[in-house]
DNA sequence: GCTTCTTGTTTACGCGCGTAAAGAAGATTG
DNA sequence: CAATCTTCTTTACGCGCGTAAACAAGAAGC
């Protein structure tokens, strides 16, 4: 037997015996009545079926529980799992998440926030899309909402920023491949279109450089976010010029390494570490397949938990003080090296 | 210079000199009004800078624009690549796509309904778990929202439903797989909790009688969604202990495959066709990966543009008749065979 | 028992917009 | 040009809830 469905709050006050204002109180905040009204209403409560009305409640209270998460690329199982992870956060600490992808177009990074605008979140957590990003619209609208970036900056937009060391972390595996073998190529995309490219082809450089080696940049063309697509292509051709200029690979992010690799294998490139291999291949950010590729891929795990936890825990104390922050909080978390067989 | 923001249509009414009721006309359907009044308000709206509050439109419209699109794991590629062409055509339609994924679990795929009733959309397009779904539950809902249902069938609720014909596409590759060398092993997950993986046992089954073999099943071990890693632990384990019956396996889907071809270049097994070659291994679904694994998987691609285009349109022919229909339509659209290198 | 403080009730208004009805103004037809 | 139809304006009400103010009723302290 299914409860009785009620309607209007003001239903419900009858139904319940409580007035509309103390109903409303307790829906806002449950804790906000006393324990022995609190009783009664959640008693009514399995009796009768009532959820509020989030068009009315949205549309009179000056802030509503919606935060907004802005991610560039959905498809990505990058970002789709520290998607997922901030929702569930999001959930738990009251909070509406509503969950928008970029689809790796400016264009639509601007109009998801348009958007989210219209729906007046008290929060906006953005890993922005980077270089391409619109600075001047993102930028504009941080100023009305309150808004902590992650993954990616953009230099003085938001309240906050978090995201990964990209020097620590590729600094981390060039040093590893430097020590057990030969130095690492950087196999990157010459226009990427994705977050942290430029630092990491930075951050490689300078590695390179303070380890006594001079940088050998493969900057391969390609457009789009077919990453792996561009690995594969790219990697081929090297290959078969011979224009590798070592036995050992960096690649800027994993999609591209799934490509490398698979390209070598194609080639019949054997891939891994010691006798009878022929080529060594890293990558970066430890995607949800690096464990599943051929060799499994090594690669510098970010700290996305950290990253997601704090980038929530941040808006969300903005959001409680009711005041913008007058200094913009950055913080950067290190990555972890993820030994495998690829490298 | 940007435009100057105006907060209410009654504002923007006094502002453009049209009075209110025919600006709520024009924004519920521009092509309502006039001509000449058409262009008079867009020149205003170039001039000020104004979107009707959303919340108010929605507390008083009897139907939303709102389609809530709900997928079961959104971290699968698979489903990414589906939502995302399903959010594009809905905004087409003018409509408000919200995406929604169940993570594999059944309690929150009941909660995402119950989230998406309380914004009272127009319709929704739902890709149920399948049997692990909560049927009362999600037929309750349908009853209540236009509901169509797609990937995976839930027998009699919502109000049409569309996938793929399991039974042509599995019968497609097991066909050619049993022309082109020994007739395959079914690799599966004994619980698989997600859709079409019993239809796909009953299709393989199915199509290797009528081909005169007798079936072979190697349902393993595991929870969740994790398939490439139970692909790879189970696979490993057949593998080791040499107990596979043939030197063929379709896998269920392509997840699994690729954790089985993991499997086997660990084992230094090697997969593809002719000589050389110690396993075929094909999978289902053309995951987007498909194309990078080691070797490059053969597979059957779904129909899912035509999935998801006649999903939503038949939403929203619902919607647009503002009745129910008195009859569930269901169509199953024919996978087409991707032969690449592993079987 | 009283006073004081907390919590609930009653009453009332407003949020921004949909929408209905009646009449005025424009467009169209012959 | 008048007659008719279409479109717009004016006026008014309601949606379901937040919220404020004044007051009543419980709880707590002495």
Redesign the pocket.
């Known amino acids: 037997m299914q409860p009785q469905r009620v ?7 009858a139904l319940s ?12 905040d449950p804790t ?7 009783e009664r209403i959640e008693a009514a409560l399995s009796r009768y079926e ?14 509503t529980r919606n935060i907004g998460i802005v991610v560039p690329y959905l498809a990505d199982p990058f970002f789709a799992e520290v998607a997922r992870m901030l929702e569930r956060l999001c959930a738990k600490s009251g909070f509406n998440p509503i969950l928008l992808s970029s689809h790796g177009s400016a264009d639509r990074e601007v109009e998801n926030l348009s958007s989210l605008r219209s729906i007046r979140p008290a929060g906006v957590l953005l890993a922005p899309l980077g270089r391409r990003s619109r600075r001047e619209e993102l930028d504009a609208f941080c100023r009305d909402i309150p808004t902590v970036l992650f993954d990616c900056d953009v230099e003085d937009v938001g309240d906050a920023f978090f995201g990964s060391n990209n020097t620590q972390s590729i600094g981390l595996i060039v040093e590893y491949l430097c020590r057990t073998g030969e130095p690492p190529a950087f196999f990157e995309m010459a226009q990427a279109p994705n977050p942290n490219a430029q630092k990491r082809r930075v951050a490689y450089e300078r590695a390179m450089v303070s380890l006594g080696h001079s940088p050998m940049l493969l900057s391969v063309e390609g457009q789009g976010w077919d990453f792996e697509n561009i690995g594969l292509q790219e990697a081929g051709r090297l290959i078969e010029t011979r224009a590798l200029p070592t036995n050992t690979l960096l690649c800027s992010n994993d999609r591209l390494a799934i490509g490398v690799l698979s390209a070598a294998y194609e080639r019949g490139l054997r891939v891994g570490i010691g006798h009878g291999h022929a080529l060594r291949v890293a990558g970066h950010d430890d995607h949800p397949y690096a464990r599943y590729t051929c060799p499994a891929l090594t690669t510098v795990a970010q700290n996305y938990e950290a990253i997601a936890g704090t980038s929530l825990d941040r808006l969300l104390a903005i959001i409680g003080s009711g005041a913008r922050p007058g200094a913009r909080e950055t913080c950067l978390f290190e990555g972890s090296i993820v030994l495998r067989k690829s490298a």
């Open positions: 309607r209007t709050m003001e239903e419900f006050a015996g409580i007035s509309r204002p103390t109903l409303s109180k307790y829906f806002n906000s009545v006393r324990p022995s009204t609190r009532y959820t509020p009305n989030i068009y009315a409640i949205n549309q009179n209270r000056q802030l």
